[in-house]
Nanobody, 120 residues
């Protein structure tokens, strides 16, 4: 089994910053892509940013230039540095990881979500 544990969410004023962390643990042979997604009540979950095992990144247009995704492969951890936060960034943020097994299969795992609230 694999667990993803997120931390770092909270309440911040507009223009402020937060840093989210997501640590993977358990039966991990390899971690392929990792990413952050977010969801507002009643809406679909949307991509925020992804990062491959090699460090290639991809961002939603709405966060480009404000958010930075990074990972520490030694710690099986992915981070999301969020700067210049806006009230529209208020969502529950979820971490996702694609975990490889020794047998060559890949499984998708999600974290439990962490609330980010930006006040105006």
């Amino acid at each position: 089994q694999v667990q993803l544990v997120e931390s770092g969410g909270g309440l911040v004023q507009a223009g402020g910053s937060l840093r989210l962390s997501c640590a993977a643990s358990g039966s991990i042979f390899s971690i392929n892509a990792m990413g952050w997604y977010r969801q507002a009540p009643g809406n679909l979950r949307e991509l925020v940013a992804t990062i491959t095992s090699g460090g290639s990144t991809n961002y939603a247009d709405s966060v480009k230039g404000r958010f930075t995704i990074s990972r520490d492969n030694a710690k099986n951890t992915v981070y999301l540095q969020m700067n210049s936060l806006e009230p529209e960034d208020t969502r529950v943020y979820y971490c996702k990881a694609l975990i490889g097994t020794a047998g060559g299969r890949t499984y998708q795992y999600w974290g439990q979500g962490t609330q980010v609230t930006v006040s105006s």
